[in-house]
């Protein structure tokens, strides 16, 4: 069970085995944890859907560990499975390869997949207690792929130290760095946070972005004021002195801008997040393509979390709406949530991203590369309001 004290699994290192059926990567896995976290069997294909596991590892710190279907499996589930392998590499940070059998084509394939997508990748040789000839097997690994593999036995616990700092060596310097507000505040400032607490809201509780914000703000010593939105008034009385810098909200962006004191720097979370999790400079170039829609253009909207539709929903029903009132019933939009984001994008005229605080940079960024490969415009939901209103080029970043 998720606590207020666990680290968000968006802000985890995320560690992709990948492998053929039963090729040892639930076994691998476990050992690795020094727990059970995957079903082991003999029987190929026990791992159907991608499973995750967060972890606290020394040396590694917060982590995802990820055990994939088979890369090798068949038939028409076969298929559906292998694709959902292939959109848990999006979200890998580092992945490692198992290698196993006589035909070691597939794991090569792969090892070039994750290297040309610029992914750190491990190859290992599993099942190292079962090899006739380790020696050789090693040679032919390190043949095809130009790099020696490490041997590993679930079985004996043999080689997980190695892997573990194998791991530490590759995992990206900066990964916690934090920086969701970036330069915009330090220590002694004064902040307020305008959280509009709609029916979007989680009873009872914050949304994910507010609270790392609150907590990355409460790190560097700010000084924080948190209020609704009708609040905002009475709290901005309540200071000596005007924040430095305002919080709010995407849908919230017009009112606050016209109540804000004028010294005050205003943002919003969504536009602190596409800087964040994504790229904050395109998704702002890809405002612009808004102002060339007509009636007959195509938006695809693309949601990571997964929830029920509600009439206040700011993707499913307050952008839509901004955007039909300004170019007509006619202007077709399409919607998608969690990891259904489409591979072709280039029927659309503008894809229009929400904060990504469920997934991790790595997916977010996948996307983001995925819409500038194609020449597809892509902005996000805090950037889309405030070009709307008129206000972009008064947000600071």
């Given at each position: ?167 530490v060596r590759l995992m990206p310097t900066d990964y ?65 002195q005007p924040p430095k810098l305002i919080i709010t ?149």
């Amino acid at each position: 069970m998720t606590t207020l004290n666990d680290t968000p699994s968006a802000n985890r290192l995320h560690i992709g085995f990948y492998g053929k059926r039963n090729s040892g990567k639930s076994s691998l896995i476990n050992a690795f944890a020094g727990q059970d976290v995957s079903i082991v069997s003999e029987i190929a294909g026990t791992t159907t859907d991608p499973v995750n596991k967060a972890m606290e590892i020394h040396g590694l710190g917060a982590c995802v560990l990820i055990d994939t279907a088979g890369f090798d499996d068949i038939g028409e589930l076969g298929k559906i499975r292998v694709e959902k392998t292939e959109k848990a590499a999006e979200k890998t940070d580092i992945a490692v390869i198992l290698f196993s059998g006589d035909d070691i084509t597939l794991e090569c394939m792969w090892y070039e997949f994750f290297r040309d997508k610029n992914i750190p990748v491990i190859p290992v040789v599993s099942k190292a207690d079962m090899l006739i000839n380790g020696a050789a097997y090693v040679f032919k690994v390190r043949n095809k792929i130009g790099e020696k593999p490490i041997q590993v036995s679930a079985v004996e616990k043999s080689g997980l130290e190695k892997l573990k700092n194998e791991l530490v060596r590759l995992m990206p310097t900066d990964y916690d760095a934090p920086t969701i507000t970036g330069s915009l505040c330090a220590e002694g400032d004064s902040v307020l946070l305008v959280m509009p607490q709609d029916i979007q809201a989680p009873k009872g509780r914050l949304i994910l972005p507010q609270v790392q914000t609150i907590r990355e703000l409460l790190d560097k010593k700010c000084l924080v004021t948190c209020c609704t939105a009708d609040k905002m008034t009475d709290s901005l009385n309540s200071l000596k002195q005007p924040p430095k810098l305002i919080i709010t909200d995407s849908q919230a962006f017009k009112f606050v801008y016209e109540n804000k004191p004028e010294s005050s720097m205003l943002t919003s979370f969504s536009v602190l997040f596409a800087a964040y999790k994504g790229d904050l400079d395109y998704y702002i170039e890809g405002a612009k393509a808004i102002d060339k829609l007509t009636k007959t253009s195509r938006v695809l909207i693309a949601e990571c979390c997964t929830h029920a539709p509600l009439s206040e929903d700011i993707g499913r029903e307050k952008i839509p709406k901004m955007l039909r009132e300004r170019f007509g019933e006619g202007l077709a939009i399409d919607m998608v949530s969690g990891t259904d984001f489409p591979d072709n994008l280039k029927p659309y005229d503008l894809i229009i991203q929400c904060g990504g605080c469920m997934f991790n940079r790595k997916y977010i960024m996948n996307r983001t590369d995925k819409a500038k490969e194609q020449n597809v415009p892509m902005t996000n939901y805090g950037v889309t309001i405030a070009h709307i209103t008129g206000i972009l080029d008064k947000i600071s970043r």
